[in-house]
């Protein structure tokens, strides 16, 4: 095994406990009639659809605004993109340590359901983006659900290979294991499942790899 694909949000990227005080000044800022908790469960829901697409952010904004009845505009979008690469992360020092040892071993790529260049800016802000031979999004790629991205993040490489890490089944892991891909899934919130070897903390990796 040669090359580890990671996710990004709640593998290695963890949101700090105050993150709905951001949520909150953006929303007050354009009086969008959500609360915090509401906006991010729409978002995620986002993230949830569109399955087989590279995302424009002209086609989120549409798809915001039908959700909202807002005028969910690309300035908006960029502000609220702003915001969110300015809320805290949770022990960014722990996944330092762990990514500058696996780089030492292995190519390191990142693939996310999100914007490629915040991704890169919120990576940037803590040294993590350094540790990246490549970092992929929505924007460049379709979601992690489509045969075609995993073919396109293989290329002609041997699947043996790679290994996908990620927190959710359906979404990160369950195309890549189909494909006879290796998997870990980073089972934080302790979910019973017996299908996927599992890590409950990143530091793990280090053990098993």
């Known amino acids: 095994m040669k090359k580890i694909v990671f996710d990004l949000d709640n593998v290695l990227l963890f949101l700090s406990s105050d993150w709905d005080s951001f949520y909150q000044e953006f929303i007050d800022k354009y009086n969008i009639q959500v609360n915090p908790k509401e906006l991010y469960n729409l978002i995620d829901d986002f993230g949830k659809s569109n399955k087989e ?125 189909s494909m006879g891909i290796n998997t870990i899934f980073f089972n934080y919130k302790k979910i019973e499942q017996t299908e996927y070897e599992e890590i409950s903390d990143i530091q793990e990796l280090l053990k098993i790899l």
Do not use: H
Request: with cysteine.
């Open 53 to 177: 697409i590279v995302v424009t952010d002209e086609f989120f904004c549409k798809w915001m605004s039908e959700k909202l009845s807002f005028n969910f505009t690309e300035n908006i979008l960029s502000d609220y993109l702003n915001y969110y690469a300015s809320i805290p992360l949770l022990n960014t020092d722990k996944v330092y340590e762990v990514l500058k040892e696996l780089s030492n071993n292995y190519e390191l790529i990142a693939y996310s359901d999100w914007w490629t260049l915040n991704q890169i800016k919120r990576l940037k802000k803590y040294n993590l983006d350094q540790f990246f031979k490549k970092i992929y999004g929505f924007d460049i790629l379709p979601k992690k659900t489509s045969y075609t991205a995993i073919k396109t993040i293989i290329k002609n490489e041997k699947i043996e290979d790679f290994i996908f890490i990620g927190d959710n089944i359906e979404l990160d892991l369950s195309i890549p294991k």
